[in-house]
T-cell receptor, first 112, second 114 residues
Framework: DAKTTQPPSMDCAEGRAANLPCNHS???????VYWYRQIHSQGPQYIIH???NNETNEMASLIITEDRKSSTLILPHATLRDTAVYYC?????????????FGGGTRLMVKP | EPEVTQTPSHQVTQMGQEVILRCVPI?????FYWYRQILGQKVEFLVS????????KSEIFDDQFSVERPDGSNFTLKIRSTKLEDSAMYFC????????????FGPGTRLTVT
């Protein structure tokens, strides 16, 4: 699976959009981009995933660049409850065991 | 909203003892996983399970570990002879689709080995 690079930490003001970047320059054609988050000591929570098109759901939007070498997770109106560690994971869609490999993630602090 | 549940929330055991961590995955999910997170470290994959068989396991998942789906609802992780370094949060997860795109995690069991 391709390696990802994320900034270790970011701050965001409450009510503003949080834009979390992820670099995955070695991604291959059959690899998906996944975003999960972990709120303090809780189990990771699925947010969104995509292959090459931009995706949106009730939680967030995922913007993938045309060359697929980077992506951005957008939380449109961050709240204090969005304070968490956000993980960008790249993985093959036909990974036999479906394992997720978590890196260090980005610690997002939403401030009032 | 359906969710993955895990019991107990905290387990304390002595080194060398056997422990069984229990999980109830989401009812229509077919793929099950165990991950662990040592305090302050990354979340690590242990094992995935489908159709009563292990699909994939990591190097961490050695002969001391085993998984089982003893009935239609529970999914268990057994550690045969616990070591101090097994102290961690253990998360169970499940997914409905064969690609595991959306894995839903439980709240975790904190295992403390003394």
């Amino acid at each position: 699976d391709a390696k990802t690079t994320q900034p270790p930490s970011m701050d965001c003001a409450e009510g503003r959009a949080a834009n979390l970047p992820c670099n995955h320059s070695t991604i291959s054609g059959n690899e998906y981009v996944y975003w999960y988050r972990q709120i303090h000591s809780q189990g990771p929570q699925y947010i969104i995933h995509g292959l090459k098109n931009n995706e949106t759901n009730e939680m967030a939007s995922l913007i993938i660049t045309e060359d697929r070498k980077s992506s951005t997770l957008i939380l449109p109106h961050a709240t204090l409850r969005d304070t968490a560690v956000y993980y960008c994971i790249v993985r093959s869609g036909n990974n036999a065991g479906n394992m997720l490999t978590f890196g260090g993630g980005t610690r997002l602090m939403v401030k009032p | 909203e359906p969710e993955v549940t895990q019991t107990p929330s905290h387990q304390v055991t002595q080194m060398g003892q056997e422990v069984i961590l229990r999980c109830v995955p989401i009812s229509n999910h077919l793929y099950f996983y165990w991950y662990r997170q040592i305090l302050g470290q990354k979340v690590e994959f242990l094992v995935s399970f489908y159709n009563n068989e292990i699909s994939e396991k990591s190097e961490i998942f050695d002969d001391q570990f085993s998984v089982e789906r003893p009935d239609g609802s529970n999914f268990t992780l057994k550690i045969r002879s616990t070591k101090l370094e097994d102290s961690a949060m253990y998360f169970c997860a499940s997914s409905v689709d064969r690609w595991g795109h959306e894995q839903y995690f439980g709240p975790g069991t904190r295992l403390t080995v003394t």
